[in-house]
């Protein structure tokens, strides 16, 4: 089973900031915090992942709170292109744990003109 | 493009048939997973594959198998095909045996069951 919660849809205006909150109370010290999207029907893309500290990309900022038990996925200037599924996924990296995702419902984001 | 590539993209079958997904990783990449993408269940992690061997294996059902080859494709067989079997089948590869980065996804194959 997923161990996050995401809201089931959002709406976002196009040219501003998307905000994607994720929870996810049960993490453990060794879980990493991804996120995918999938495009209406297309194949899942990674957008970035973290540990603790926040991180960037070309793409998004993730923001992980201090005790770790949520996130919040940022994308600084939202598109159309941007309509997608939204997936939080906590995992384990390294050797002794299994490397699939485990993918919930996400959230169904609608960037709106 | 993922560099991870499927094939066939849509694939039309009866019920009780068996059919082959084939799925070329992204030069480098030793680890294949396959996932099934049905309407009401979601995403579902099926099975993992490295460097020919199995590594991992989620809720796939006995009608169906995979493997991975030396040149490291996988194909994944489907047999005794029932209607609810109809779904997006997902390949992805990543480099290493624990990913510890992204894993690239194909664009899928679209199997329906009639």
């Known amino acids: 089973d997923a161990k996050t919660t995401q809201p089931p849809s959002m709406d976002c205006a196009e040219g501003r900031a998307a905000n994607l909150p994720c929870n996810h109370s049960?993490?453990?010290?060794?879980?990493?915090v991804y996120w995918y999207r999938q495009i209406h029907s297309q194949g899942p893309q990674y957008i970035i992942h973290?540990?603790?500290n926040n991180e960037t990309n070309e793409m998004a900022s993730l923001i992980i709170t201090e005790d770790r038990k949520s996130s919040t996925l940022i994308l600084p200037h939202a598109t159309l292109r941007d309509t997608a599924v939204y997936y939080c996924?906590?995992?384990?990296?390294?050797?002794?744990?299994?490397?699939?995702?485990?993918f919930g419902k996400g959230t169904k984001l609608s960037v709106k003109p | 493009d993922s560099g991870v590539t499927q094939t066939p993209k849509h694939l039309i079958t009866a019920t009780g048939q068996r059919v082959t997904l084939r799925c070329s990783p992204r030069?480098?990449?030793?680890?294949v997973y396959w996932y099934q993408q049905s309407l009401d269940q979601g995403l579902q992690f099926l099975i993992q594959?490295?460097?020919?061997?199995?590594?991992a294996k989620g809720n796939i059902l006995e009608r169906f198998s995979a493997q991975q080859f030396p040149d490291l494709h996988s194909e994944l067989n489907l047999s005794s095909l029932e209607l609810g079997d109809s779904a997006l089948y997902f390949c992805?590869?990543?480099?290493?045996?624990?990913?510890?980065?992204?894993?690239?996804f194909g664009q899928g194959t679209r199997l329906t069951v009639v």
């Open positions: 992805a590869s990543s480099r290493y045996r624990v990913p510890n980065t992204e894993a690239f």
């Open positions: 594959y490295y460097n020919g061997e199995e590594r």
């Open positions: 973290g540990l603790k």
């Open positions: 996924i906590v995992r384990v990296n390294g050797e002794g744990s299994q490397g699939n995702l485990i």
């Open positions: 030069s480098g990449d030793l680890s």
């Open positions: 049960t993490i453990s010290g060794n879980e990493y």
